[in-house]
């Protein structure tokens, strides 16, 4: 089992370019969630899906888009990149909405 | 507004020389209390879920432990593989999941 897969590991982009994070859990977990991480700020809930079909907005999601692919895919969109979503993104994925979650490697991401 | 701090923000120990970490926290009605562990360049690694005052979990060095108000991470005799941040999060009955920002512990030989 590979658990939760991140793609790509590392991304550097210009302001106003667009990329989507990939995202996969082999769990069959049914809720999925997208952070990003920032020195001194802890994990900030972006968007995450309580089941397949279901998207919902977490703390930050503004300047993001999610789609729940089907049950073990959920993608992150940029669509137009800023230096301030420069960060780290953790994907996690979780049998029950909220509960005990299980992290990918992360995608970390450059905006110049 | 529901909160979650950590302390000590870091902590440096002896091989062998045991202590705890603090998890504060003020919620509108605690559902559930995990404790990650997250080495760097890596994503985290769940530790510990605790849902009720008094309950307890240890894993190897690691106990948990939760009061009404707040869950202590002990480690007992820690070793230089025990280095890594350790991260709280808080379910809340809103319906959120919020992260405390970590304790960097660094163990020494």
């Known amino acids: 089992n590979a658990g939760v897969t991140q793609t790509p590991k590392f991304q550097v982009l210009k302001t106003g370019q667009s990329m989507t994070l990939q995202c996969a859990q082999d769990m069959n977990h049914n809720s999925m969630y997208w952070y990003r991480q920032d020195p001194g700020m802890g994990l900030r809930l972006i968007y995450y899906?309580?089941?397949?079909?279901?998207?919902d907005k977490g703390e930050v999601p503004n300047g993001y888009n999610v789609s729940r692919l089907n049950k073990r895919e959920f993608s992150l969109r940029l669509e137009s990149a800023a230096p301030s979503q420069t960060s780290v993104y953790f994907c996690?994925?979780?049998?029950?909405?909220?509960?005990?979650?299980?992290f990918g490697p992360g995608t970390r991401l450059l905006v110049l | 507004e529901d909160q979650v701090t950590q302390s000590p923000e870091a902590l440096r120990l002896q091989e062998g020389e045991s202590s705890s970490l603090n998890c504060s926290y003020t919620?509108?009605?605690?559902?559930?209390l995990f404790w990650y562990r997250q080495d760097p360049g890596k994503g985290p690694e769940f530790l510990f879920t605790l849902y009720s005052a008094g309950e307890e979990k240890e894993k190897e060095r690691l106990k948990a432990t939760l009061t009404k108000k707040e869950s202590f991470l002990h480690i007992t005799a820690p070793k230089p593989e025990d280095s890594a941040t350790y991260l709280c999060a808080v379910q809340a009955d809103t319906d959120k999941l919020i992260f405390g920002t970590g304790t960097r512990l660094q163990v020494f030989p």
């Open positions: 899906s309580a089941s397949e079909g279901t998207t």
């Open positions: 996690a994925s979780s049998e029950v909405p909220l509960e005990t979650q299980y």
């Open positions: 919620v509108s009605g605690l559902r559930g």
